[in-house]
C-alpha cells in the first residue's frame, strides 16, 4: 500500500489539475504525503546519467567507526514496449489521465491478461546481460492487495520461479570516488505488471485515479545485500540504468518513473556474521539522491547503535526527503505482509527453449563492462572510459568514428571536451546533433595532416555540430584551408615588418617579446589559416635577419 | 392417466427392447411411462434446425418464431423468474431485422443460428446490456464488450433475448444464492432448478428460449440440466473461450451449452468453440462439426454402438445417491447395453477427494477473481470516509453470504503458513484425480454416472445447509478438476412433484472427445422411447 502511495506521489503536478470524465471519485484521505513529494519533486535534479553529482568524496566515505553497512537494491524497470504487459493499450507517460485504458487494464469483470511476448524477450535480454540463469519455464503468479490503483486487487508478478535469476553485474565506481572494480549479484529478474496512479485533490478531501499505467510492463531486478557505501549503490543503479537503455528495453528515466529504485539499509559491527535491522529507503529521484539517502541513513544507523539505542532501529519504510536531506518514517512493518501468492490460473507457463535464448544471446549489443574493458584497451583512461562508456549513444558515436579511421585518444578528446560542452548546453544527445561519425574523423584527419589548425577545426566543429554538412564542405565554403606555402607566409611576414618599423627596432633593441606581436599580426592577415609552425619559423628568421 | 414414472419401469423398458435380430432400431411403445401432461411425446428434435428450415422455406418468419418464444416467456416468466434481464424489445427488433433481410434476398442473411433465442446466463457479458453476475455488486452494470461465445452466437445470427437467472456469480447449486430472485424448476414450482445456472436450465427447459450458455465450474450446467431435464453439456477446458465470463475460479470455469436436444446442443457447441487470442488459456485444437456425426434416427443400425466400452462409476451409485437415480442410471447402463456397447462397474479410487479439494481451489480463486469487485471503478459504491471503509462497505453491502464465505475460505486456505496445508495439498489431489481418469479412460471410452445424487429438491431445503449443498456437488467435481467435457442427457424419471422429477445421465469423456460424447448421447436420446423431457408447464393454457 505503501509503495503505491508512492507511485502517487510521482505524478507530476501538470496532471494534478487536469481532471479526466472517467475517473470515479474517492473520498479517502490519502493525501498526506503529497506536500513532501512535491517538494521533493521541485527539487529534483535534471537526470544526468553520468554524472553521479555527489558531493565530496570525503561526504562518501563518512566515518563508519567500526560498523558497516549492508545494502541491497530492488529496482523497478519499466519496459518501452509498443503495447502494456497483458492487453493492447499503449502508454505514453503524461498523457491524458485514463485516456490509455480498456476493459482489460482496468479490471473490468471478464476480462483476461493476454501476455505481450515483447515483455519475455526484454526480461530475457536483461537476464543475459546481468549473467543470469534463464529459467527455461516459469509462470505468473497473483500478488494480492487492495488498492485504489490496482484495478484487479492482484497484481500479476513472478514469485517463486522468476524467469531469470543468480546474476552478476560488474562496474567501475568513477575516479572521482577513489574508482575500482565492483561485482554485484543479482538474485532475481521477474515480470510483473505496473498498478495506476492516484491523483490526490489540493484539499485532500478526496483523491482520482488515473489507470493509464495500470499494466505497463516492468522487470524487478533485486541484488544481493552487496553493496556498502551509497555510492556503490547509486553506481549500481547507474549501471543498470546503463544496461536498459544499451538493451533498448526501457528508457530508464528516473523522472518519469522508468527506473525506480528501493533501497534497503542495514547496518552491524564489523566482524558480526548475521545482518543487522533493514530499513527500507523510497522516493529517491536520482542517483545522487540515492547516494546521499543512503549514506544519510547510514549515519542516522550508526549514530543510533553508538548511543545505545540500536533497538530504535525497526523494520519500517522511510522516506527521503530532498528538502531536509533526511529520511522519514513512513511507514512500520507489522509483521509479515500476507500477498497470498498463488500461480495465475490464466495465464499458461512461460516456456522457453534454448534456440529462443540463442536467438536472442546473438542480437545482444556489446554491453558497458565489455565497452569499459576495450577502452580501456585501447589505452584511454579510466576518467576517459567512463564517459564514453556512459551512454551508449556517445559510445557507439565514438566506435564508429575509430571505424572511420581516427585516432582513439582524440577521437575522445573531441567528444569529452568541445562536443560534451556543447550537448550540455543545448541539452542535446549526442545522435541529436548534424555530426555524423564520419565528419568527426574527416575532421581529426584534416588537422592531421596539416589541412586546417586545430583552431580551425573548433570553428568547423560547431558548423558542422549546429547546421550540419561536411568538413570538406565547410573548408571551402568558408576557404579555410591552412596556407601552408612559405612563399605566400614569407609575403606576409614582409608586409608585416615593413608596416611596423617601430616595433621591428624595438625588437631589435631585445624586446624580443614582440615576435607574437608579429605572429598575431601575420594570422590576422591570414585569416587565421597560416601554418603557425612554418610562420613563426619564417617570422622568426626575418626578424633575427640583420 | 398413468401413475407418476417409477424407476424400476424404466429398467423394465430397457431390458424389454426388442432383440439385436432387427436390422433398425423401433421404438418401444407399449410402456405408457411418459407423463401424459406433456406434449409431443418421443424423441426430442432440433429446435434449431425447425427453425432453420422454417426460415429458408418461408413457411414462418423470425418475427413469428420470437413471438411464440417471447408470449410463452411471458406467460411463464412470473413463476420461473428464469431471467434477470429480458429483452424482449431488441429481439423483437432483431428479428424484424432478419426478415428484412431475408426478404431481401440478402446473401448469407440466414446464418447458422439466424433466428434462434439464446438465454445467456448472467455471468457472461453482453454489450449494452445489464450483466451482473447475479450479485447486488454489479447491479446496473452494462459491459463495453460481447463475451467471445456471445459474440460468436450473434455473428452466427442468434438473438439474445435475456439474461438468465444465476447464483451469485456461478456459487452455488440451487440459484437461490441470486441476489435478485429465486427460479422455480418448470417441473415444479416448488423446486430448485439446480445451478448455478439454473435460469438457463429452467429457460430451456420451459422453451422460453430455445438454447442457452450457462457455465460450469463444479458442475453448474450439468446439475441444473439434469434437475430441469434438458440436455447440458459442459466442453473441455479451453474449448471454448472463457474471455467475458465473469470469473469465479478461472482454472476450472468454462463456458457450457443447454439445449432441449442433443443436436441443439452440439451446433451452440459448433459456434461457440475454439481458439481466441483474447483467452490464454483457450485451445487451439481443430473444431469440427459436432453436429456431422449425428445420424437421425432412421439411419441407425440395430446397435449403433457396439464396439463402445463403458465404464460405469462405482463411487457414484452408492451410499448418498438418490436411490431412484441409481435405478435410472443402471436403468439407463443396461439401455446402452443394448445399443451395442459394453458396460463395466469402474472404480475412480480418488473420486471422494474430489469434492474438498475443488473447495479449497475454487474458493482459494474466487477470493482472488472476487477482489476486483471493490467499488472504485463500477459498480456499487458505498460513501464512506476512509478507503478501508469503501472496500468494506461497498464488499459487505455488495456481496451475498455465500459469496463472502467462499471468499473467506479461499483467503484463508491461501493465507501463508496455510497455503501447503491447502491450496498446495488440493493442488496435489488434484493431479491424483487427473491420473485416476486418465487410467480409467485408456480402458473406457466414455465413464457415467449420475448428474446429481438426487432429482430436484424442494426450494428453502438446503439454504441453510451449505454443507449438503456442496456435497451435492460429487457427482460433477472431479470432471472440472480434471479438465474433462461431459455431457448430460436426460435418462428418465424419479417420483416427485406433480409428475415425476427429471434424471440426468452424465456421460464423460477424454479431452476433447465433445464430438463422441455428443454422437453417443444423440444416439441414446433418440432411441430412448417413451420419454418426453417437455415439462407440464407448458400444457397449461
Known amino acids: 500500500m505503501a509503495l503505491t502511495l508512492l507511485r502517487g506521489m510521482r505524478t507530476p503536478v501538470s496532471l494534478r489539475s487536469n481532471t479526466g470524465l472517467f475517473f470515479n471519485v474517492l473520498r479517502p484521505r490519502l493525501s498526506h504525503f503529497t506536500t513532501r513529494a512535491e517538494s521533493a519533486q521541485a527539487t529534483e535534479p535534471k537526470a544526468v546519467p553520468k554524472s553521479i553529482q555527489l558531493a565530496t568524496k570525503e561526504a562518501a566515505e563518512q566515518n563508519t567507526q567500526g560498523f558497516e553497512a549492508i545494502i541491497g537494491i530492488e529496482t523497478h524497470v519499466q519496459l518501452s514496449t509498443v503495447t502494456k504487459a497483458f492487453c493492447s493499450c499503449p502508454y505514453d507517460y503524461g498523457s491524458q489521465p485514463n485516456s490509455t485504458v480498456c476493459p482489460t487494464c482496468m479490471g473490468h469483470p471478464g476480462t483476461l491478461p493476454v501476455l505481450n511476448e515483447r515483455v519475455v524477450e526484454c526480461a530475457v535480454k536483461l537476464g543475459l546481460a546481468l549473467n543470469c540463469e534463464i529459467s527455461m519455464t516459469s509462470k505468473f503468479d497473483r500478488k494480492q492487495y487492495f488498492y485504489p490503483d490496482l484495478p484487479k486487487g492482484y497484481q500479476i508478478s513472478q514469485f517463486d520461479i522468476p524467469i531469470a535469476k543468480k546474476g552478476y553485474v560488474d562496474l567501475d565506481l568513477p575516479v572521482e570516488f577513489g574508482g575500482g572494480h565492483r561485482k554485484f549479484g543479482i538474485t532475481r529478474v521477474h515480470m510483473e505488471e505496473d498498478a495506476g496512479k492516484l491523483l490526490h485533490s489540493e484539499s485532500g478531501s478526496y483523491s482520482q485515479v488515473d489507470l493509464n499505467r495500470a499494466g505497463v510492463p516492468l522487470l524487478e531486478i533485486v541484488s544481493e545485500p552487496d553493496m556498502r557505501t551509497g555510492i556503490e549503490a547509486a553506481e549500481y543503479g547507474a549501471e543498470l540504468q546503463r544496461i536498459v537503455r544499451y538493451l533498448g528495453v526501457s528508457n530508464g528515466n528516473m523522472q518519469e518513473g522508468s527506473l525506480r529504485c528501493d533501497v534497503n539499509v542495514s547496518v552491524r559491527p564489523v566482524g558480526q556474521s548475521e545482518f543487522g535491522t533493514k530499513v527500507e529507503i523510497k522516493n529517491m529521484n536520482s542517483f545522487s539522491e540515492i547516494n546521499r539517502a543512503i549514506d544519510y541513513e547510514i549515519s542516522r544507523q550508526i549514530m543510533l547503535h553508538k548511543e545505545g539505542q540500536a533497538d530504535q532501529i525497526v523494520q519500517e519504510t522511510r522516506l527521503w526527503d530532498e528538502s531536509s536531506q533526511k529520511t522519514f518514517t513512513m511507514r512500520k512493518k507489522e509483521g509479515l505482509v500476507n500477498y497470498r501468492y498463488f500461480p495465475e490460473p490464466d495465464l499458461p507457463e512461460v516456456v522457453l527453449t534454448t534456440d529462443y535464448i540463442d536467438e536472442i544471446s546473438k542480437s545482444m549489443p556489446e554491453l558497458p563492462e565489455a565497452k569499459r574493458r576495450r577502452y580501456e584497451n585501447m589505452g584511454l583512461s579510466m576518467q576517459d572510459v567512463l564517459f564514453l562508456a556512459n551512454d551508449d549513444n556517445v559510445a557507439h558515436f565514438f566506435d564508429s568514428t575509430l571505424e572511420y579511421g581516427a585516432d582513439a585518444k582524440l577521437a575522445c578528446n573531441w567528444i569529452m571536451s568541445d562536443i560534451a560542452a556543447y550537448l550540455k548546453n543545448e541539452k542535446l544527445s549526442i545522435h541529436e546533433t548534424k555530426l555524423t561519425p564520419l565528419e568527426l574523423s574527416e575532421l581529426i584527419a584534416s588537422i592531421k595532416n596539416g589541412t586546417i589548425s586545430g583552431k580551425i577545426g573548433k570553428e568547423i566543429l560547431f558548423e558542422l555540430i549546429a547546421k550540419g554538412g561536411t568538413v570538406k564542405g565547410v573548408i571551402e565554403e568558408k576557404d579555410l584551408v591552412q596556407i601552408a606555402d612559405p612563399a605566400a607566409i614569407e609575403a606576409m611576414v614582409d608586409k608585416v615588418i615593413a608596416d611596423n618599423p617601430k616595433q621591428l627596432e624595438e625588437y631589435r633593441a631585445g624586446k624580443t617579446k614582440l615576435q607574437g606581436f608579429f605572429a598575431g599580426q601575420v594570422m590576422k592577415a591570414s585569416k587565421g589559416k597560416a601554418n603557425p609552425v612554418l610562420l613563426n619559423k619564417i617570422l622568426g628568421e626575418k626578424l633575427n635577419a640583420k | ?541
Open chain 2, 1 to 541: 392417466m398413468p401413475p407418476p414414472l417409477q424407476a424400476h419401469r424404466l429398467l423394465i423398458s430397457h431390458r424389454r427392447l426388442p432383440t439385436p435380430a432387427r436390422r433398425r432400431l423401433t421404438a418401444v411403445s407399449s410402456l405408457q411411462s411418459a407423463p401424459a401432461t406433456t406434449l409431443a411425446p418421443g424423441p426430442a428434435t432440433s429446435s434449431i434446425l425447425s427453425i432453420r428450415e422454417s426460415l429458408l422455406s418461408g413457411e414462418r418468419t423470425a418475427a413469428n418464431i420470437t413471438s411464440d418464444y417471447l408470449s410463452r416467456l411471458r406467460r411463464t416468466e412470473p413463476s420461473l423468474r428464469s431471467f434477470i434481464h429480458v429483452a424482449d424489445a431488441a429481439a423483437e427488433r432483431e428479428a424484424e431485422e432478419l426478415d428484412r433481410r431475408i426478404a431481401s434476398g440478402e446473401k448469407d442473411a440466414v446464418g447458422p443460428l439466424a433466428g434462434v433465442l439464446v438465454g445467456v446466463k448472467d455471468n457472461l457479458c453482453t454489450k449494452n446490456m445489464p450483466s451482473t453476475g447475479g450479485s447486488r455488486i454489479l447491479d446496473g452494470y452494462r459491459p463495453a464488450y460481447d463475451a467471445t461465445a456471445v459474440r460468436r452466437l450473434r455473428e452466427a445470427g442468434a438473438i439474445v433475448v435475456g439474461k438468465t437467472n444465476l447464483d451469485e456469480f456461478g456459487m452455488g447449486s440451487t440459484t437461490e444464492g441470486s441476489a435478485f430472485q429465486v427460479t422455480t424448476n418448470p417441473w415444479d414450482d416448488s423446486r430448485v432448478p439446480g445451478g448455478s445456472s439454473g435460469g438457463s436450465a429452467s429457460a430451456v427447459s420451459a422453451r422460453q428460449c430455445v438454447v442457452s450458455l450457462g457455465s460450469d465450474t463444479g458442475g453448474s450446467v450439468r446439475q441444473p440440466a439434469s434437475f430441469c431435464g434438458v440436455v447440458g453439456l459442459k466442453p473441455t477446458y479451453g474449448r471454448v473461450s472463457r474471455f467475458g465470463l465473469m470469473a469465479y475460479a478461472s482454472s476450472l470455469d468454462v463456458v457450457g451449452c443447454f439445449g432441449s436436444s442433443v443436436f441443439d446442443t452440439a451446433t451452440i457447441l459448433s459456434v461457440v468453440a475454439g481458439h481466441d487470442k483474447m483467452d490464454s488459456t483457450s485451445s487451439s485444437q481443430d473444431v469440427p462439426d459436432y453436429t456431422s456425426e449425428l445420424v437421425s434416427l432412421d439411419l441407425l443400425e440395430s446397435k449403433p454402438l457396439n464396439g463402445l466400452r463403458i465404464g460405469i462409476i462405482q463411487e457414484t451409485l452408492g451410499e448418498g445417491v438418490d436411490t431412484g437415480v441409481v435405478s435410472s442410471i443402471k436403468g439407463a447402463a443396461s439401455y446402452l447395453e443394448q445399443l451395442g456397447s459394453v458396460v463395466d462397474e469402474v472404480s475412480l479410487p480418488s473420486f471422494s477427494l474430489g469434492l474438498p479439494a475443488y473447495y479449497i481451489l475454487a474458493s482459494s480463486e474466487a477470493s482472488s477473481n472476487l477482489s476486483r469487485y471493490d467499488g472504485i471503478r463500477y459498480g456499487r459504491q458505498v460513501s464512506a470516509n476512509d478507503l478501508n471503509e469503501i472496500y468494506g462497505e461497498s464488499r459487505a453491502n455488495g456481496l451475498g453470504h455465500e459469496v463472502k464465505m467462499r471468499i473467506l475460505m479461499g483467503t484463508y486456505a491461501l493465507s501463508a503458513g496455510y497455503y501447503d496445508a491447502y491450496y498446495k495439498r488440493a493442488q496435489q489431489v488434484r493431479t491424483l484425480v487427473k491420473e485416476s481418469f486418465k487410467d480409467a479412460l485408456e480402458k473406457y471410452d466414455i465413464l457415467i454416472s449420475p448428474a446429481a445424487p438426487s432429482a430436484a429438491y424442494k426450494i428453502g431445503e438446503k439454504i441453510n445447509d451449505p454443507l449438503a449443498m456442496y456435497a451435492g456437488d460429487i457427482m460433477t467435481v472431479n470432471v472440472n478438476l480434471a479438465g474433462l467435457p461431459a455431457l448430460v442427457v436426460p435418462c428418465g424419471f424419479v417420483e416427485g412433484g406433480p409428475v415425476g422429477l427429471p434424471v440426468g445421465l452424465q456421460m464423460i469423456g477424454s479431452p476433447f472427445s465433445e464430438g463422441s460424447l455428443l454422437r453417443v448421447g444423440h444416439i441414446f436420446e433418440q432411441t430412448l422411447q417413451n420419454f418426453s423431457f417437455v415439462p407440464p408447464l407448458l400444457a397449461e393454457r
